[in-house]
């Protein structure tokens, strides 16, 4: 089956800088890639995804990038502010929105410093 | 935005009785919504898939006369915890699909005692 990586699992970074979360998969069919946000004490929230035939997606502060040919995908955020802190998980998945198959890493606690 | 409403936010119980969590989509109809787990500072795992109108299919491991999944509507699942016990305490996560996309309820935090 599917196997995620995630890292770094905590990420400590001051407030406006950059953050970058990694995730690599196994399964090269896999054709959707969705990042969520977790606040503590509440479900994820789906804050942007790619598909595998795209290389790369922003979104305001938001920007993934995938590398199919590595396998790798991975988050962006930048000009960060206190409100990024949570933890975030990516996901592969052979379905586009499925969940059967949407297999998450294990996710990055981002911390951003005032 | 499409929405999923999970009930109730915490619950404690005493071991050996059952626990019934909701979920609800409320601006769309969801025929398959899904049900996690998560112990802290981990991340989702799936426990089963739950269909409108038969049968919910459960992830490997998972015992399913101890996971009741019911889902009678296209905007309800229910989850019951029955006989619950101490190692049942954890944060359980519902999501529901709406056309391509998944969304997620707030989690029920159960403890037993």
Not at chain 1, 11 to 23: F, H, N, R, T, Y
Not at chain 1, 61 to 78: C, D, G, M, P, Q
Not at chain 2, 65 to 75: G, P, Q, R, V
Not at chain 2, 98 to 105: E, I, Q, W
Request: glycine letters at 8%; one cysteine or more.
């Amino acid at each position: 089956g599917e196997n995620v990586e995630q890292h770094p699992s905590t990420l400590s970074v001051q407030e406006g800088d950059s953050a970058v979360i990694k995730c690599t998969y196994s399964d090269s069919a896999s054709n959707y890639f969705p990042w969520y946000k977790q606040e503590l004490g509440k479900g994820p929230q789906l804050i942007i995804d790619i598909r595998s035939n795209v290389g790369e997606k922003k979104d305001q502060r938001i920007a993934v990038t995938l590398n199919k040919t590595a396998k790798h995908f991975s988050l962006h955020i930048t000009e960060t502010q206190p409100e990024d802190s949570a933890v975030y998980f990516c996901a592969a998945s052979l379905v586009l929105g499925g969940a059967d198959g949407l297999t998450f890493g294990k996710g990055t606690h981002l911390i951003i410093q005032p | 935005g499409a929405v999923v409403s999970q009930h109730p936010s915490r619950v404690i119980c005493k071991s050996g009785t059952s626990v019934k969590i909701e979920c609800r989509s409320l601006d769309f109809q969801a025929t398959t919504m899904f049900w996690y787990r998560q112990f802290p500072k981990q991340s989702l795992m799936l426990m089963a898939t739950s269909n409108e109108g038969s049968k919910a299919t459960y992830e490997q491991g998972v015992e399913k006369d101890k996971f009741l999944i019911n889902h009678a509507s296209l905007t309800l699942s229910t989850l019951t915890v029955t006989s619950a016990h101490p190692e049942d305490s954890s944060f359980y996560i519902c999501s529901a699909r709406d056309s391509a996309f998944l969304h997620f309820g707030n989690g029920t935090r159960l403890t037993v005692t």
